[in-house]
T-cell receptor
């Protein structure tokens, strides 16, 4: 099956700085790569996603890039704010409809 | 309000006592799935369903059963729970196109403890 690795496991940044989280995947057939944000005591919530026919996608302060050749994708958060503090998960899926998640990154934005 | 609901939210039980965790969505989604979340392991998919009467195993299906008799409901059944099934469980749903699953909406989670 697919294997998704996520780094770093913890990340602390100053408010206003950028944060980058990286994931690698093993199955070249994967074609859908969502990112989820999980706040304490809540279920994960999609923040951005990208499909394999696109190299980059942006939504305000959040962007995702995909490098199919290297089999890695990254989440970029610019101008971080304290409310960005949460656990972030990447995931990969392909036509089998199975989802494989990374192990999560705990992001702390220091005011 | 569009949502995925799970019940119960918290459950403490004993080894071997059958239990069911319910999941319901009101968004007319075809795709539904169960995950377990354990510290350091992220979310792992247990079972998923692409429509009524269509279910398939995820990455960690051992010890679990599911059924999909109605489009809106996808219960998770533990017929003989064991302590290693102590975990935080999430149900999720999404539309499903021919090209695969779409944005998944997650429920609030069920924290299960098996003594």
């Amino acid at each position: 099956g697919e294997n998704v690795e996520q780094h770093p496991s913890t990340l602390s940044v100053q408010e206003g700085d950028s944060a980058v989280i990286k994931c690698t995947y093993s199955d070249s057939a994967s074609n859908y790569f969502p990112w989820y944000k999980q706040e304490l005591g809540k279920g994960p919530q999609l923040i951005i996603d990208i499909r394999s026919n696109v190299g980059e996608k942006k939504d305000q302060r959040i962007a995702v890039t995909l490098n199919k050749t290297a089999k890695h994708f990254s989440l970029h958060i610019t101008e971080t704010q304290p409310e960005d503090s949460a656990v972030y998960f990447c995931a990969a899926s392909w036509v089998s409809n199975q989802f494989y998640f990374g192990t999560g990154t705990s992001l702390t934005v220091i005011p | 309000e569009a949502q995925v609901t799970q019940n119960p939210r918290y459950l403490i039980t004993v080894t071997g006592k059958k239990l069911t965790v319910t999941c319901s969505q009101n968004m007319n989604h075809e795709y539904m799935s169960w995950y377990r979340q354990d510290p350091g392991l992220g979310l792992r998919q247990i079972y998923y369903s692409m429509n009524v009467e269509v279910t398939d195993k995820g990455d960690v299906p051992e010890g679990y059963k599911v059924s999909r008799k109605e489009k809106r409901n996808f219960p998770l059944i533990l017929e003989s729970p064991s302590p290693n099934q102590t975990s935080l469980y999430f149900c999720a749903s999404s539309f499903w196109t021919g090209g695969g699953a779409d944005t998944q909406y997650f429920g609030p989670g069920t924290r299960l403890t098996v003594l």
